[in-house]
């Protein structure tokens, strides 16, 4: 937000692009999709890698779902966490 604030004069348009670029870092980081199934060349390579919130997303599943089994309603089938 500071470099964005240093290139863009205007505060709203500052404040809309900063939204933006946390947006896009939070579609590329992997909370909607996992890395494997994003799109290579447009989102895995360029954004995935360089997103900030890919390691708190990683902290947050590898803390909550590690360990855990869900099973299905009259099925013998189960997912691992």
Same mark, same amino acid.
């Given at each position: !937000?500071? @470099?964005?604030?240093? =290139?863009? *004069?205007n505060? %709203? !348009?500052?404040?809309? @692009?900063?939204?933006?670029?946390q947006? =896009? !870092? =939070?579609?590329g &980081?992997?909370?909607? $999709?996992? *890395? /494997?199934?994003l799109?290579?060349?447009?989102?895995?390579? *360029? %954004?995935?890698?360089?997103?900030?919130? $890919?390691?708190a997303?990683? &902290?947050l599943?590898?803390n909550?779902?590690?360990g %855990?089994r869900?099973?299905g @309603? &009259?099925? /013998?089938?189960y @997912? /691992? &966490?």
């Open positions: !937000m500071m @470099i964005v604030a240093s =290139i863009v *004069p505060f %709203l !348009m500052g404040i809309i @692009i900063g939204a933006g670029i947006g =896009i !870092m =939070i579609l &980081g992997g909370l909607f $999709r996992l *890395p /494997n199934d799109p290579k060349i447009c989102w895995k390579y *360029p %954004l995935h890698f360089v997103a900030f919130h $890919r390691y997303y990683q &902290g599943f590898k909550e779902f590690e %855990l869900f099973g @309603i &009259g099925t /013998n089938k @997912i /691992n &966490g």
